[in-house]
């Protein structure tokens, strides 16, 4: 069945730390790939998406990631976390015709 | 505020009751899509519309829900017979975008409707 897979449902770490989070894909041909994140109390927005061209593709507040073809992944980075990057992180794949199946999240908590 | 809004923001229902939730998208907006969100989940989807023609409903849908978007502007997500499973947010999102170059258009989400089926 095609899907959408995030490695960690929760991660904790501290200000100034790295982070990586992991999206893995199972469709075949080609797709759209997106991360949305959710901070407490707002909507769902867009960070970052790719469907051509360079596979680092650069998002806002720092974050990027990178779309790997052969592995089927699309994870998502930023060098240096903030506490204000809490919130719920959803990778998504939109394989044509509009509609997005996302992965299941990941709570990210950033301690100061 | 321009962005997709949605109403109510809460429902409490009780069982075998119908409920109706509306969804205003950007207004420059043909494409409307309706997901749904449980806890510990991302957002499934069920339904979207280009203009006023449903284009693709999920096997989620089952017959209790219909959803309509009749002058290709608001749209509403009617929910018949309510059961404790349908508890769950219901988010609407819109986005502008034609064909498959549709795909990779960002999607816009309102606050959700969160429904409570006791």
């Known amino acids: 069945a095609q899907s959408v897979s995030q490695h960690n449902h929760h991660v904790i770490l501290s200000e100034a730390a790295s982070l990586e989070l992991g999206c893995n894909y199972s469709y075949g041909g080609t797709v759209n790939l997106f991360w949305y994140v959710q901070y407490p109390g707002q909507h769902l927005q867009l960070l970052l998406k790719y469907f051509s061209g360079d596979p680092l593709v650069k998002g806002i507040k720092g974050f990027e990631a990178e779309f790997i073809k052969s592995k089927f992944s699309f994870n998502l980075r930023k060098p240096s976390v903030q506490w204000s990057d809490t919130a719920e992180y959803f990778c998504?794949?939109?394989?044509?015709?509009?509609?997005?199946?996302f992965g299941a999240g990941t709570q990210v908590v950033v301690t100061p | 505020d321009t962005g997709v809004s949605q109403d109510p923001r809460h429902k409490i229902t009780k069982r075998g009751q119908n409920v109706t939730f509306r969804c205003d998208p950007i207004?420059?907006?043909?494409?409307l899509y309706w997901y749904r969100q449980t806890l510990g989940q991302g957002p499934e989807f069920l339904t979207y519309f280009q203009n006023e023609a449903q284009l693709e409903k999920s096997r989620l849908l089952s017959d209790r829900f219909s959803a309509e978007r009749p002058k290709g502007s608001f749209s509403t997500l009617e929910i018949q017979r309510t059961e404790q499973g349908d508890s769950a947010m219901y988010l609407c999102?819109?986005?502008w975008g034609q064909g498959s170059l549709a795909s990779y258009n960002e999607q816009f989400f309102g606050p959700g409707t969160r429904l409570t089926v006791l």
């Open positions: 999102a819109s986005s």
């Open positions: 998504a794949v939109n394989p044509g015709w509009g509609k997005l199946q």
């Open positions: 207004s420059e907006h043909n494409r």
